[in-house]
């Protein structure tokens, strides 16, 4: 199991996880043995990510859950946090986007005082391209068809500008599955509307080690071309699990130094943090994160996505677009 020996801890370098599933959706672990873990790592700040999914996925039968769980998840990690004060524990959520439900899910998020949104596409057009059984699955004879489509998906998704961060880039690669088309073009779009939408992505290493891909989302080439769009990064284990919290973050801040990153985004304030290489240079002295107050300014978008799903909820069409261009302004004005 990665990151459960003392080795493993000096490996580990202090970056933050904000990507960590519990018991609230499908981690097996508890808020707080996730928590005792990331104490253990000397990691900065930790993150839980459980599932959000629109209600046509019946993610209640799916998870285990019962209606109010989100109630539940949003005052049991607000207890967590104030009970360690030694180390800033965040509300996040990852979130399904499936456009048909974009309107659910949008009001779900506005409705809750999340501190960040991944935002995540494990379905195109009903394909639930990710789940074991999918693996062998008739739809993966158009290899093509599937990434493209989830390209376009992850597109309308970040579109929304609901989103702080999006989850696991180039997931459709972790059966091993590749495309043969030259899928440039759309990878581009959805980083230049992830940039302008202030959104960060995370290097998720559930494929580097525990996937069949044996690769991060997303792969190096890609996060070269993020960091030239001026995207910054945070990072995720999607850990399922304590012992999975913070795991292979070596080898993701390798990748992201490799990628040309010199910092990574913390989410508890929205500032850059350096990122180190040697995590005994920086043993003792998270604190010591440069503030650099370059005014990652728009940043993400949370705040933001109660004015839009106000506009949403009076169906004032006028509005919502006098609100995209707002932003569109601000993000001209604020470079
Ligand atoms: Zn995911
Ligand atoms: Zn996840």
């Not at 699990?241 to 080898?251: I, P, R």
Request: charged fraction near 25%; hydrophobic fraction near 40%; glycine fraction near 10%.
């Amino acid at each position: 199991m990665p990151g459960s020996s003392s080795g493993e801890r000096r490996a580990v370098p202090p970056v933050p996880d904000y990507h960590v599933h519990s018991r609230f959706s499908d981690g097996r672990d508890d808020l707080e043995g996730c928590v005792r873990r990331a104490l253990e790592l000397g990691l900065p700040e930790l993150g839980f990510a459980d599932h959000l999914a629109p209600a046509c996925l019946g993610e209640d039968e799916y998870f285990g859950r019962k209606a109010g769980w989100l109630d539940a998840y949003v005052e049991a990690v607000r207890r967590l946090a104030a009970r360690h004060p030694e180390l800033p524990v965040l509300l996040g959520v990852e979130a399904e986007f499936l456009p048909e439900a974009a309107a659910e899910t949008l009001t779900t998020l506005a409705a809750y005082p999340f501190d960040y949104t991944l935002c995540a596409v494990h379905y195109v057009d009903g394909f639930s391209f990710d789940e074991s059984e999918s693996r062998e699955a008739e739809r993966w004879h158009d290899v093509d068809h599937i990434f493209h489509r989830y390209y376009e998906t992850l597109l309308a998704a970040v579109r929304t500008r609901a989103f702080d961060v999006v989850a696991h880039f180039d997931l459709p690669k972790l059966w091993g599955y590749r495309p043969a088309a030259d899928l440039t073009e759309l990878e581009e779009e959805v980083l230049g509307e992830a940039a302008t939408a202030g959104m960060a992505i995370e290097i998720n290493t559930a494929g580097l080690d525990r996937q069949p891909v044996g690769e991060a989302y997303p792969a190096l080439d890609l996060l070269v071309r993020a960091r030239a769009t001026g995207i910054p990064i945070v990072f995720g284990s999607d850990a399922h699990g304590a012992g999975e919290v913070g795991s292979s973050f070596g080898h993701a801040v390798a990748l992201a130094r490799q990628a040309g990153y010199a910092t990574s985004l913390r989410l508890s304030d929205r500032c850059d943090s350096a990122l180190c290489v040697n995590p005994q240079a920086c043993r003792g002295d998270a604190s010591r994160l440069s503030r650099n107050g370059n005014g990652r300014s728009v940043g993400p978008v949370t705040a933001r996505i109660r004015e839009r799903y106000l506009a949403m909820l009076r169906g004032d069409r006028e509005g919502h677009e006098r609100y995209l261009t707002r932003f569109a302004d601000e993000e001209e004005g604020g470079q």
